[in-house]
């Protein structure tokens, strides 16, 4: 039986084509497959009665991801792009080199074209992979008749059985010119790019023709050419047509909400996709602008040869920054990429409004599972803590309340701390001391109402903490449990009781999935918070505060200084060496001298 969390995803599936992930309860991608309707065939898995493989990959399915694409075929080389990704567990004969050829054209003096499993750093053309094998097979015998190049073994001082059917250019009995050769070449390239149009239409009209003439088997195997030519080298969005390396970004916003998808094109293909879903504290375009930026300088080192972004950003700051090429096309392949990825942004952010829908009809159960958990009678509120700081500086504490399952929003409270001294967990405990303190020293005095249950996200430093004020300070008694994350940074378990007790919630129940969601909140309302005083007194917003300061002057001293402190030791002189002017120089020494 599918837990409550899935059962909600299944219900928010498209009627569409795409490739979809089965995860294990640690997030591990164990299974990919492809579907032409991804509601029926994923619903299949969780609805239908399965046995041997089938029903034990079920078995561990914890969640489901899934990418939509363009068409049934984009689906099935997406699936064995990310099997080659992740090697998942059972998809063992989908695994890289178990079939899907490609079509090559050879790098000799004779060149010939041929299909092949193997992709050789050998200067040869290589078109692919093709799914479907026969199709592939076929189309290399018509391409053999309409643009032939070498079909014997070489030189044989005679012609061979296939030049005198017109099906090669004749390297058995002569020297065949490299210019033949390279036209020939060019045209099966242009052929297999997808530019069939030209061919097609010939192959319809010749098949008319026959069946005009009641040639029927011949109007069939014109029919067949045209049938094998659409399954092997039709336009696809999601392959591009060279080979450049680039990242395709784009984002959906709806009610304060960013989604933003990621592409990764390598090798002409979509070889892995990201999500990202986080409240927005500025406007799009900026908040867009910053992820980008922070993205690559936390994430990932390697940049590619181009990045892709919707219309809006300001693409010449970005440039310079990353020191990449930073575009937003218009049309074409590039603009239907951009396209996808901004469908799949919207799909995910839909299904998180529409999932917290759903999941609001069982929160109190859900509520009530964690209370039992722990051994208590069932309370209405809940608050938890999380605290969120960078190497122990602008430290601050988020704490969200939710009642009855559901998140009360009016009152979540944020908390500017004090910098402690010392190592992490001096500043740990002294955080959790100060927030606890503040907080329920604040609800004493207004005479207000107790929560039922406090969670804090971390283990026993923070929970003892707590116990510590709330006991021997304000003299209250409220139970206190500690929210534990797993080594991949997720939901585990909760640890409670005089011994700190570890306590485990079944990882398919609603209350497993209330408890993620409640560490999950209260962590985003934390690092928002901690964000938005962080972006107050950012180098950027300095600069932005002087006169003669734009954007082009500011991403030169970001690149050139990196730090406030390196701009104000820097003199007069260093700054305008940035072509900066002489006046503009100077107001900047002085207004960043007067903070």
Not at 161 to 184: D, F, I, N, S
Not at 187 to 208: A, C, P, Y
Not at 239 to 257: A, E, H, L, P
């Amino acid at each position: 039986m599918a837990s409550a969390h899935i059962e909600h995803k299944l219900a928010l599936l498209p009627d569409l084509p795409g490739s979809y992930q089965m995860k294990d309860i640690n997030g591990k991608i164990i299974y990919v497959g492809k579907a032409k309707n991804l509601k029926n065939r994923v619903r299949s898995y969780f609805k239908s009665s399965h046995d041997g493989k089938v029903a034990k990959m079920v078995s561990e399915v914890a969640d489901f991801d899934y990418i939509v694409t363009s068409s049934d075929k984009e689906a099935f080389l997406l699936e064995i792009t990310l099997i080659q990704k992740w090697q998942p567990f059972y998809n063992i004969k989908l695994k890289k080199g178990t079939g899907y050829p490609y079509i090559k054209i050879t790098n000799e003096r004779d060149p010939k074209i041929e299909l092949t499993g193997d992709v050789k750093k050998d200067g040869a053309y290589y078109f692919g992979p093709y799914p479907n094998v026969y199709a592939a097979q076929e189309t290399i015998h018509f391409l053999e008749k309409v643009y032939p190049l070498r079909r014997c073994n070489g030189y044989q001082g005679r012609p061979c059985l296939y030049y005198h059917m017109g099906q090669c250019l004749g390297a058995c009995w002569r020297t065949v010119p490299e210019e033949e050769y390279a036209k020939q070449i060019a045209k099966i390239r242009s052929f297999l790019d997808g530019n069939t149009g030209r061919v097609k239409q010939e192959l319809t009209h010749k098949m008319e023709e026959a069946a005009k003439h009641l040639e029927f088997e011949r109007a069939a195997e014109l029919r067949d050419q045209l049938h094998y030519i659409e399954a092997t080298v039709e336009k696809q969005k999601i392959i591009s047509n060279d080979k450049t390396q680039r990242d395709v970004f784009n984002f959906y916003m709806d009610k304060g909400w960013m989604s933003v998808q990621i592409f990764f094109i390598r090798q002409a293909r979509l070889m892995k996709r990201e999500s990202r879903l986080f409240a927005i504290t500025t406007t799009a375009s900026e908040e867009f602008e910053t992820f980008i930026m922070q993205f690559y300088s936390r994430k990932n080192n390697v940049l590619p040869k181009e990045i892709l972004v919707p219309e809006g950003l300001d693409n010449d700051v970005l440039a310079q920054v990353l020191a990449v090429p930073v575009r937003t096309p218009q049309r074409g392949e590039k603009r239907a990429l951009m396209d996808l990825a901004k469908k799949n942004a919207k799909i995910k952010l839909d299904e998180k409004f529409r999932l917290l829908e759903l999941d609001n009809r069982t929160t109190v159960g859900a509520q009530e599972e964690i209370f039992k958990a722990l051994g208590l009678q069932y309370g209405h509120v809940i608050e938890a803590f999380d605290h969120s700081h960078i190497q122990g500086t602008n430290p601050v504490s988020a704490m969200v309340q939710f009642v009855d399952g559901a998140p009360a929003k009016s009152n979540y409270r944020k908390y500017k701390l004090a910098e402690a001294e010392g190592n992490h967990s001096a500043d740990e405990e002294a955080n959790t001391r100060e927030v606890i303190r503040r907080r329920y020293t604040r609800l004493l005095k207004e005479h207000a109402s107790m929560p039922d249950l406090i969670l804090m996200d971390g283990g026993e430093l923070e929970m003892n903490a707590v116990k510590d004020v709330l006991e021997n300070e304000l003299s209250l008694s409220i139970p206190v449990a500690g929210m534990v994350k797993n080594d991949k940074h997720r939901t585990a378990r909760l640890l409670y009781g005089d011994l700190d007790q570890p306590i485990d919630l079944d990882p398919h129940s609603q209350g497993f999935y209330l408890l993620t969601r409640i560490q999950d909140e209260v962590h985003r309302f934390a690092i928002t918070f901690h964000r938005q005083l962080r972006n107050k007194n950012s180098l950027a917003s300095k600069l932005e505060m002087i006169q003669g300061v734009g954007p082009k002057t500011r991403t030169k001293l970001l690149r050139q200084f990196k730090t406030i402190n390196h701009i104000k030791e820097a003199s007069v002189e260093d700054i305008e060496k940035l072509g900066i002017a002489k006046n503009v120089a100077q107001a900047i020494k002085i207004s960043l001298q007067a903070q």
